[in-house]
């Protein structure tokens, strides 16, 4: 199986940083797609970025130009580097992995605020 810990979050200012970092342990080489998802109160989880294996991405139009994911396969670490941030950034971040058979693995979350 595989497990996911996640790292980072916190307060920010609108207009700041912040990077989040998610490491995985287990059947690592099971691993296809990892990224980051996000739910902000009262809303649906979304999809905030995601790389697979082969390096292809895939982000939210929301956060398009503003976040960066860098995934390090070697170490099995996903991280994601957001800049400008807004205050609809406001969420918890749940890092997630996808294994080649399908399983989907869920980290616990972290919470992200953006306020000044």
């Known amino acids: 199986q595989v497990q996911l810990v996640e790292s980072g979050g916190g307060l920010a200012q609108p207009g700041g940083s912040m990077r989040l970092s998610c490491a995985a342990s287990g059947r690592i080489s099971s691993i296809n797609v990892m990224g980051w998802y996000r739910q902000a109160p009262g809303k649906q989880r979304e999809l905030v970025a995601v790389?697979?294996?082969?390096?292809?991405?895939n982000y939210s139009d929301s956060v398009k130009g503003r976040f960066t994911i860098f995934r390090n396969i070697g170490v099995n670490t996903v991280d994601l580097q957001m800049n400008s941030l807004k205050p609809e950034d406001t969420a918890v971040y749940y890092c997630k992995a996808e294994t080649y058979l399908g399983l989907h693995i869920w980290g616990k979350g972290t919470p992200v605020t953006v306020s000044s």
């Open positions: 790389k697979t294996r082969g390096g292809s991405t």
